[in-house]
DNA sequence: CCTATTCATCGTAATATTGCAATATATAAT
DNA sequence: ATTATATATTGCAATATTACGATGAATAGG
């Protein structure tokens, strides 16, 4: 009980729905807004910025880089992230993919 | 601890999140595959077709209506479950509007 | 070597999610 | 009215997620 069944469900839906999780929290969102603005690849700042502690963000940067989203560039003591400017390029497909299967009309709705 | 911290990010942010977090589900997925494809707007076949609890399609179905992204029409003792044609194609734009916001291309990683 | 800085990881508490059996509700058919 | 069918809801148990303090690891600068 209480563990999500991926053996009933596609490949494919079982990777796309791992991907949506990670878009699924307002903090990691915040972390990418961050990121596609800020004109250098931003670090620690994030901790400031986001009012989150710093384990905090570490974890949710940590689930970001895992999905490949967003990739980290060690610059001595500080860590540099920036998004993952291929994987972006494929997550934007995916997803369009899926909004393109339009629903049939139907009338029973 | 433990409850996600809605107050430090912005409306956006938390609203987006909780869409991607219903398509966070293999289940759901699943569920909007099955109304995508099917001629007829499909209601308790989904049991059968998905493998789960009876118990847990509704509950799922709840989480995909509260969301608006499917909406359910009640036919004699069956109810009748199909995608919300608007919010497709609304979610459509606000996902596009955000893969669309091309990271800048930087040189740190 | 020592210290400060930055980030990751561990341990843990609070909360949320998932799944199911049992039960409730509502309509249809007899 | 009674029964059968379809779906929703309730009440759990198992698991996952979120958040944070404390601690660890790595590097920079003295």
Redesign the interface.
Known sequence: MGV???D???EK??E???I??V????????I??Y??K????ICGDLVEE???AQATISQHLKELKNAEII???I?GTSV??????EK?YE??LV??E?????????D??
Do not use: V
């Open positions: 999500t069944r991926s009933l469900f596609t839906q079982n796309f729905s791992k949506a999780k878009f699924g929290h307002p903090a990691r969102l915040a990418l807004d990121l596609l800020s004109q250098t690849c986001l009012g989150l990739k980290g560039n610059e540099c992230y920036c998004i993952n400017e972006w997550l934007k997803f369009n899926l909004f393109d299967r339009y629903p049939s009309s139907n029973c709705c």
